[in-house]
């Protein structure tokens, strides 16, 4: 094998869900200043909890409740996709990169190239129908079996997701806010007709650290690189206990995206004479949310949730600025959007500026 680039390799073990989701951000931000090398990190969640999108609104997507009484941790991750809940039976890879020869800059890219990696290493257990699917998914059978997610911490690029060596439906539809049990029911059916597992797969589940051997040997040998395993620094330690961890803790950070349609129930309520809240789900590639305070057709406030990514992901909260004061009518909304793109930079795979813009106008059939 020729060899491009030396990077370390950190096995966690099974840490606390915040250590479990939040940790390679410290990692990220060494990494991203030249303190650390590119890093593979490897881990299994030791306690079950469930997770949010960035873009995601809590009090929309999870039944908060439910998980406050049965002790499941809320965390928001800071990159994109939708709620899902996790535990023990998953085996996670985080690969934070920076000026990597072998790490794709380009979002859909850095998929396409990182998920040869995940296939093989199903292949290589015994799921031999294991295939990539874009944007962001490994699938078996033509079922999803592995969730992955992509995002940037300064200088960093970082791709995250999993092995799943089981799944518990029932939890996953349970601790999910749903509009009825019926729906729930339904739900839960669907996982299981969508979404497969090792366990479904195989007659013997491989240990995660069967699955943590392979992945280390694919990694090395698809992307060409030399793992040297490692412990944390002091340093990154410092930044997640001192910076990250009382940011990922708060609630400020797990309630940020609290749009007006959780104050005024309802898909279109009217709040006064011309004013309304409304809010609208686009399905292009990923799912687009839309909830808006509009007057007449001029947008005062706005929110983008959704189960997307964006790079940078800032970049969204400065869409919804753009928006403010803008009407709803497709040349004016066409025009902003194409600017915020040419302007930022931004990149999100699997949405395109008209879907955007298509998305704005479903906005519009409500008023």
Not at 72 to 87: E, S
Not at 204 to 227: A, D, H, T
């Amino acid at each position: 094998m020729n060899i491009l680039e030396q990077w370390r390799y950190i096995d966690l073990g099974r840490p606390n869900p915040f250590v479990a989701q939040t940790f390679y951000e410290a990692v990220a931000e060494a990494v991203s200043n030249d303190k650390s090398p590119n890093t593979l990190i490897m881990l299994n969640p030791g306690a079950p909890y469930v997770c949010i999108g960035y873009h995601q609104n809590i009090n929309v997507e999870v039944d908060v409740k439910y998980c406050e009484e049965n002790n499941l941790p809320i965390v928001r991750r800071g990159q994109g996709g939708g709620a899902t809940y996790l535990d023990g039976n998953q085996v996670f890879y985080q690969i934070i990169a920076k000026n990597s020869e072998v790490v794709p800059k380009q979002v859909d890219e850095m998929f396409r190239r990182l998920l040869a990696v995940t296939v093989k290493v199903y292949q290589r257990l015994g799921v031999t129908s294991a295939k990539y699917k874009p944007l962001n998914d490994v699938v078996a059978n033509g079922k999803k079996i592995s969730g992955n997610g992509a995002s940037l911490h300064d200088k960093a690029s970082i791709l995250v997701g999993n092995f799943i060596m089981d799944m518990d439906f029932d939890r996953m539809a349970r601790v999910l806010k749903v509009p009825n049990e019926k729906f729930r029911d339904k739900m839960a059916k669907s996982m299981q007709e969508w979404v497969t597992t090792l366990k479904r797969e195989l007659i013997e589940v491989p240990s995660p650290e069967i699955i943590k051997k392979v992945y280390v040997e694919e990694i090395q040998r698809i992307l060409g690189i030399k793992l040297a395993k490692s412990e944390i620094t002091q340093e990154e330690w410092s930044l997640f206990n001192n910076k990250l961890l009382p940011i990922y803790t708060s609630r400020e950070w797990l309630y940020m995206e609290a749009p007006y349609s959780t104050r005024h129930p309802g898909r279109a309520v009217k709040i006064a004479h011309d004013v309304k809240v409304v809010e609208v789900d686009y399905k292009a590639g990923k799912l687009i949310r839309l909830r808006a305070e509009v007057k007449g057709k001029e947008i005062i406030d706005i929110r983008i949730t959704g189960d997307f990514f964006a790079t940078p992901k800032e970049t969204i909260f400065q869409l919804e600025e753009d928006l403010k004061g803008k009407k709803l009518e497709e040349t004016q909304l066409q025009s902003t959007i194409t600017r915020f793109y040419a302007e930022t930079g931004v990149e999100t795979p699997g949405i395109t500026p008209e879907d955007v813009v298509q998305a704005l106008m479903k906005l519009k059939t409500l008023l």
